[in-house]
């Protein structure tokens, strides 16, 4: 539906902070909920964060919460992952989502997918 690429995965010590980007490859005038996802290895994939288009709302999985902050450029397809006091289970690969309706975000079947960028934290 739209082509995602993300960046800004790297190696960091663990308290450090990073900041993954997302943006449609695509020029569109649709506007769509979008959100990261996240799986290391042996673990299922697991919805991290999400944000409506107008980012009236947002989702944080209990492990993340008050360290990870999901945001977006108003409307456009644009999403950031600010994710402060990295911790060592953070490590897995992120991919970043989208769907024109974020029901389907959160049922984990978003229309769209990035490649994903890794994310290293050393303990």
């Known amino acids: 539906q739209v082509s995602l690429v993300e960046s800004g995965g790297g190696l960091v010590q663990a308290g450090e902070s990073l900041r993954l980007s997302c943006t449609a490859s695509?020029?569109?005038?649709?506007?769509?909920?979008m959100a990261w996802f996240r799986q290391a290895p042996g673990k299922e994939r697991e919805l991290v964060a999400a944000i409506t288009a107008i980012g009236a709302i947002t989702h944080y999985a209990d492990s993340v919460k008050g360290r990870f902050t999901i945001s977006k450029d108003g409307p456009k397809t644009t999403v950031y992952l600010q994710m402060n006091s990295l911790k060592s289970e953070d490590t897995a690969v992120y991919y970043c989502?989208?769907?024109?309706?974020?029901?389907?975000?959160?049922?984990?079947?978003?229309?769209?997918w990035g490649q994903g960028t890794q994310v290293t934290v050393s303990s």
């Open positions: 989502a989208a769907d024109m309706q974020f029901v389907m975000i959160t049922r984990g079947i978003p229309s769209s």
């Open positions: 695509e020029r569109t005038d649709k506007t769509y909920a």
